[in-house]
């Protein structure tokens, strides 16, 4: 139950000015500038933060490079670092409404799923590879006798880390945690409107004990402070969740420096595809609505794409737009709002523009206006678009917004061609009766996450990552260390 006194008392809390941690100290911009925090749920200045520069990056670089070479976290026993890194988990679970709030007013997100997905899958991810740390063993290679081969697994030194705007600390936290558990220091670069709550954190980490120079936060323009860190010859590993044009980028940038590895986890453009033998279209319309509407949209599994059995198509649609109608799409400190702010007024208008561009196509659009607009705030009613053909835009590019694109099919071999023509492949659901059918279509759609009669919701467990277009590594699970972890052999003669 949350606590609605607290979020009033929080909604208007005044909110510190912003500051880089750099080498474990909060630090203005090298030049003094400033960039506004816009509030998107009323349009306000909440408060400023230093827009990076490239010298701010350098500094942040070097803090992370000399902490990283002199051993102060990875020459750490394990269990040593586990111990910071779970006091860390436990102060931010202690400030957990505090800090969602703060960042609520700074990107919009819905409270309810803030608490949640933000600070409280935060501190769950920190705790998992925390307890890890110490449970990551090397190997003993089967050689023939005479020789002993060793497989040793090292921290791959320093890692840069580019977030987006949307669910910050729980992507910041799915690099972080394994980077920090496995003995490597980070330079973060938050989003431009998703930066408060992952400075907040990083002062925790500190108050941790984490020692200066291992988590650095600078905050600026991608264009700027990201590029400083994809260009740096003394990053080793640049890990990056976002939009498909900024990972290009990044691949240039590190085939133009050091050849840093780099990860990418992008967007999608993905298929919730529903059969006429869906165990129950009355649940599948409610998660399939919340599957594409919570977070207005902004979310990169999103099932932004709805195929459906065209036997069920207009009585599924029907009962889908009155799931909509009955979401509460607005103020998102409101623990009744099913869908909050979208993040910028320049997000909004890219969201507009796919509807207005579907509908002047003469497709059939459910919802899609602006609402809310005297608050000042950022809010859209979601829209439900039919008549879709494969060729639209809407049908093919990521919108990030509460827009949903909806396509009938005949076949199990048509729907399975329409989910994967595509250039993403990050995830996809399947609602069916039949076992055999949700196996083969497991195999069949090309994505990283394939959801049976449900949608969203995999925990730290399983790893997120993309196929195709939709990106190259993965978060989550003991896999993502595979990222922050080198392999060194030892060959020994005996
Ligand atoms: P974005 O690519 O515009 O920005 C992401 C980050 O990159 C920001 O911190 C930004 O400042 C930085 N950046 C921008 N230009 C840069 C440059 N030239 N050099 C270095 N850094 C730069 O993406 P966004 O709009 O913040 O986020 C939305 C995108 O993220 C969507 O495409 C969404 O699907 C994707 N996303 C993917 C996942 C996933 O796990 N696959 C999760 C969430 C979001």
């Not at 880390?161 to 980070?186: E, Q, R």
């Not at 323009?221 to 976002?242: P, Y």
């Not at 879709?388 to 399975?416: H, K, M, S, W, Y």
């Amino acid at each position: 139950m949350l606590d609605t006194n607290r979020i009033e008392a929080l909604r208007h809390a005044p909110v510190d000015r912003g500051a880089h941690i750099i080498d474990g100290a909060r630090r203005a911009a090298s030049d003094g500038a400033e960039m506004e925090v816009i509030s998107p749920l009323d349009g306000s200045v909440l408060t400023t933060i230093p827009r990076g520069t490239r010298e701010d990056a350098e500094a942040a670089i070097a803090a992370a490079r000399r902490a990283f070479d002199d051993g102060r976290w990875s020459g750490l026993a394990p269990a040593a670092r586990k111990a910071v890194l779970l006091r860390w988990a436990e102060l931010i679970e202690e400030q957990a409404l505090e800090i969602a709030v703060l960042g609520v007013r700074d990107n919009g997100t819905e409270i309810g799923m803030a608490l949640k997905a933000e600070p409280l899958s935060a501190a769950g991810t920190i705790r998992y590879y925390a307890e890890a740390a110490d449970k990551l063993y090397g190997e003993i290679a089967p050689t023939a006798p005479g020789h002993l081969g060793l497989v040793h697994r090292e921290p791959a030194g320093v890692v840069g880390a580019i977030v987006p705007w949307n669910f910050p600390l729980m992507i910041g936290a799915w690099k972080l945690g394994p980077a920090l558990a496995a003995g490597c220091t980070v330079v973060l670069k938050p989003a431009e409107t998703a930066s408060l709550s992952l400075l907040r954190i990083a002062e925790l980490a500190q108050d941790a004990g984490m020692p200066p120079g291992v988590l650095n936060v600078v905050t600026g323009e991608g264009a700027v402070v990201g590029d400083a860190i994809a260009r740096s010859m003394d990053v080793d590993v640049l890990v990056f969740t976002g939009s498909g044009p900024t990972g290009r980028r990044l691949m240039e940038a590190a085939a133009q420096s050091n050849l840093k590895r780099v990860y990418l986890e992008l967007g999608g453009k993905s298929p919730n595809i529903v059969f006429a033998d869906a165990p129950d279209l009355d649940e599948a319309a409610k998660v399939s609505a919340m599957g594409i509407f919570r977070n207005s949209g902004q979310v990169c599994v999103a099932g932004s794409r709805l195929l459906v059995e065209r036997a069920i198509h207009d009585d599924f649609v029907a009962r889908l737009a009155k799931v909509t109608d009955s979401l509460r799409v607005g103020d998102p400190l409101d623990p009744a709002t099913a869908a909050g702010a979208v993040n910028s007024e320049v997000q909004l208008q890219r969201n507009l523009g796919f509807v207005v561009e579907a509908r002047a196509a003469g497709r059939k659009v459910h919802g899609g206006e602006r609402i809310l607009a005297e608050t000042g705030g950022f809010y859209m009613a979601p829209a439900i678009v039919t008549g879709v053909e494969p060729t639209d835009r809407i049908a093919r590019e990521e919108v990030f917004g509460p827009v949903l694109a909806v396509q009938p099919f005949d076949t199990e071999d048509e729907a399975v061609a329409l989910a994967n023509g595509t250039d993403y492949g990050l995830a996809a659901a399947v609602w069916t009766s039949d076992l055999s059918r949700a196996h083969r279509l497991v195999r069949r759609i090309r994505a990283g996450v394939v959801h049976v009669n449900t949608y969203g919701g995999p925990d730290i467990t399983v790893p997120l990552g993309g196929v195709k277009q939709s990106g190259n590594g993965h978060d989550k699970s003991l896999h993502a260390f595979d990222k922050y972890l080198d392999l060194k052999t030892a060959w020994i003669k005996l």
